[in-house]
């Protein structure tokens, strides 16, 4: 019974927020990233005027990280994301669940105290941890709407098995979370909510793996060496902000689309920011079809292949980010226009305006990217590239303490 009433409270909750659960895309997403500059620009503004010791010009972080309390709030952080996935609310309003026990002995009956048993349950909840762990998941951790994973507080690494996947639920935030060394996983019964369990075929092996999901907030995460991608989102996911997470070690770091052939994917739309590409990275920071992808402040500070590919016509709107080449003469080139001719590919909108490339680092514009007079999304200048070091120091997993900053 009591199950019951908590599933219609959550049936009541989700009618009642329409707005946060549609995957619709947004349209005018030039107004989007014009909002994620105005908010980035305000930080940077604070930061020089002093109003703030602590203010990095990162707002995502300047939000909550002042606040020496914020063990006590910890709910606040859902306030603080931008870009299209600004309204992935996840487990806000929702209890607060310990997870307790680092064990996943059983995907189909999960024990309560485990960060499985968590994620399933019908009602939001904010999903923290005891102490630190290392949890080695059986199988896929399946995740249901409105739930926060906020590893502050805690060295938490989801590491060894196969791990997160977000399919056709919505409202999801993970934050903090150290995630690595991910397998393959299926050909298995594997439980996705209170009332329903079923067969999974063999998963690709991702760190974090969208399908169909929508209102996901992913920050403040270190990933690498995974099976597959590190951050993949397919199958008409929508309205996506990856920020802050430090990414290392790793072939095919981020798929954002399914397949050229896939054409719901033009519904897409992620928010990339802040994220530091780091050490032993390959290609596909990220790699986009179809939709339309903003990618802003990041750092990239290793590729050997190349950074920012695509196929498939998506548009990709590059502001402010540092992207330094490495050595090797052949892979000099930030961008790949994948599976195309040129003919095809020259009238993609792919756009460049204030990036810093360094070490003879370039980027082959497209469609009306390729021109000086094209309507551009906001008036960013080169001046927040400058200051990319800073704003993504903290990029990755945070080591935070009670009572005191992060």
Known sequence: ???????????????????????????????????????????????????????????IDDCWRCDPNWEKNRQRLADCAIGFGKNAIGGK???????????????????????????????????IFARDM????????????FKTIDGRGASVHIAGGPCITIQYVTNVIIHGINI????????????????????????????VSIFGGSHVWVDHCSLSNCN???????????????????????????LLGHSDSYTQDKNMQVT?????????????????????????????????????GGSANPTINSQGNRFVAPDDRFSKEVTKHEDAAESEWKGWNWRSEGDLLVNGAFFTASGAGASSSYARASSLSARPSSLV???????????????SRC
């Open 93 to 127: 309003n929702g209890k607060i669940y310990v997870v307790t026990d680092s064990g996943d002995d059983d995907p189909v009956t999960p024990k309560p105290g485990t960060l499985r048993y968590a994620v399933i349950q019908d009602e939001p909840l904010w999903i």
């Open 272 to 308: 990339i920011a802040f994220n530091h590409f780091g050490e032993g990275l390959v290609q596909r920071m990220p790699r986009c079809r179809h939709g339309y992808f903003h990618v802003v402040n990041n750092d990239y500070t290793h590729w050997e292949m190349y950074a920012i």
């Open 134 to 145: 290392v949890i080695k998941l059986k199988e896929e951790l399946i995740m249901n709407s």
């Open 389 to 403: 070091g800073s704003i993504t120091t903290g990029a990755g997993a945070l080591t935070c303490r009670k009572g």
């Open 180 to 207: 690595h060394d991910c397998k393959q996983g299926g050909n298995a019964m594997v439980r996705d909510s209170p009332r329903h369990y079923g067969w999974r075929t063999v998963s690709d092996g991702d760190g």
């Open 1 to 59: 019974m009591a199950t019951t009433f908590l599933s219609l409270l959550f049936l009541i909750f989700s009618l009642l927020t329409p707005a946060l659960i549609s995957s619709s895309p947004v349209q005018d997403p030039e107004f989007v990233a014009q909002e994620v500059n105005r908010k980035i620009n305000a930080s940077v503004a604070r930061r020089n005027l002093g109003y703030l010791s602590c203010a990095t010009g990162n707002p």
């Open 228 to 254: 597959d991608g590190l951050i993949d989102a397919i199958h008409g996911s929508t309205a996506i902000t990856i920020s802050n997470n430090y990414m290392t070690h790793h072939d095919k770091v981020m």
